[in-house]
């Protein structure tokens, strides 16, 4: 079973790149961020999102 993370911040800079590396090591990614300051471009496609 793979694990699932939950990242905060993950439409901004450092979240965008601990959710891609997690990806890669094929844990569930759950994304929360309420845009602020990050974009939603810079959530990793396959992230389940929280707003
Ligand atoms: N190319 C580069 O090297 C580069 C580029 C950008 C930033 N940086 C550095 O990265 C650091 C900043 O990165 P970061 O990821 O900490 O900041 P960020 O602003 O990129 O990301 C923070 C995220 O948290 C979200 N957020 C803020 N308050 C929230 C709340 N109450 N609830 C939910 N979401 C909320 C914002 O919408 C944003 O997406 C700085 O040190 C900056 O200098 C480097």
Do not use: W, Y
């Amino acid at each position: 079973m793979s694990e699932t993370v939950l990242i905060t911040g993950v439409a901004g800079f450092i979240g965008s790149h601990v959710a891609e590396h997690c990806q890669k090591l094929g844990m569930k990614v759950i994304g929360l961020d309420d845009l602020s300051g990050g974009v939603i471009g810079n959530v990793r496609p396959g992230a389940r999102g929280l707003a």
